[in-house]
């Protein structure tokens, strides 16, 4: 893929939307195969972020492939470490490790573990899964950027079932006490969570207000329009002194019509027929 020519500090040049597409695609089809194959779960959670996924590794992210630990880098942190699936498969299409390898995700002797493991392949930056741990995580990389002051930015991907976690909160409140303005948090706001719909598990709304009242400049976002989620990401910081939140409004299993919205997705893997179609329907 040629290189992207973006935007930074809301200035748009060039942008090619297509390829950016077509990478979310791509993530897709990995992802239900790789679900299918291993019989792994999260399939659901994975396909709703494919997109915020493709945004940030072939447009936003400053990154090389080749010197993945450059100190200038931009650092990305999936919090819902659940949703795995997606972000090797992103890393893999970037070319940080070659594609054959996602073939070892959730088998034995396999190289891939199902929550992202620092060390298994180069481009992850923390161990995640335990969910309310991955923002903390980013507010101690963004405090080392400040106080060695580089300019390097730290994105954060947290599931909406994350905000349940007290120490989300927590973490809330140091980034804005440290003016953490490298720092970019965003939501995978697919309300849909472990046992129920968000609101019904533990409702977060007003969710954008909340972060407002714990000190975030907060966008809100369509998280399935390209556009719309590039713009906001390359907008970052959204004001000085400030971290910034993105709430991406998604929709789970998305891609696959049989999955979208549906809870059962969060477990199962699809079986032969529903593979079939979720790959004619990801064409």
Not at 30 to 47: C, D, F, N, Q
Not at 93 to 114: A, I, M, N, S, Y
Not at 173 to 196: C, M, P, V
Request: aromatic letters at 8%.
């Amino acid at each position: 893929m040629k290189q992207l020519i973006g935007f930074w500090k809301g200035v748009f040049l060039t942008e090619d939307i297509k390829a950016v597409k077509e990478n979310a695609l791509n993530i897709r089809r990995k992802v239900v195969e790789m679900s299918y194959k291993t019989g792994a779960s999260h399939v659901g959670s994975s396909l709703s972020c494919a997109d915020i996924l493709a945004a940030l590794y072939f447009s936003v992210l400053r990154i090389d492939p080749k010197k993945p630990s450059d100190e200038k880098r931009d650092r990305f942190i999936l919090s819902k470490g659940h949703a795995v699936p997606a972000l090797y498969t992103a890393l893999a299409l970037r070319g940080f490790f070659p594609e054959k390898q996602l073939e070892g995700f959730h088998c034995d002797e396999g190289t891939l573990w199902c929550h992202p493991t620092r060390g298994c392949v180069a481009g992850i930056e923390a161990t995640t899964g335990s969910l309310g741990h991955g923002l903390s995580i980013g507010i101690g990389m963004a405090l080392a950027g400040k106080l060695d002051k580089k300019e390097y930015m730290v994105f954060v991907l947290l599931s909406d079932g994350e905000c349940d976690e007290g120490s989300t909160w927590e973490a809330g409140l140091e980034a804005s006490h440290l003016k953490l303005d490298n720092l970019t948090a965003i939501i995978d706001y697919n309300k849909l969570q472990a046992f129920g719909r968000t609101n019904e598990v533990v409702n977060l709304e007003p969710l954008s207000d909340k972060w407002k009242s714990f000190g975030f400049s907060v966008r809100e976002v369509d998280g399935h329009n390209l556009e719309q989620l590039m713009k906001a990401l390359k907008s970052v910081p959204f004001e000085k002194n400030k971290p910034s939140m993105i709430i991406a409004n998604t929709i789970k299993g998305k891609g696959v019509s049989y999955m979208e919205n549906k809870l059962k997705w969060h477990y199962k893997s699809p079986n032969d027929e529903e593979f079939k179609k979720a790959m004619q329907e990801l064409k």
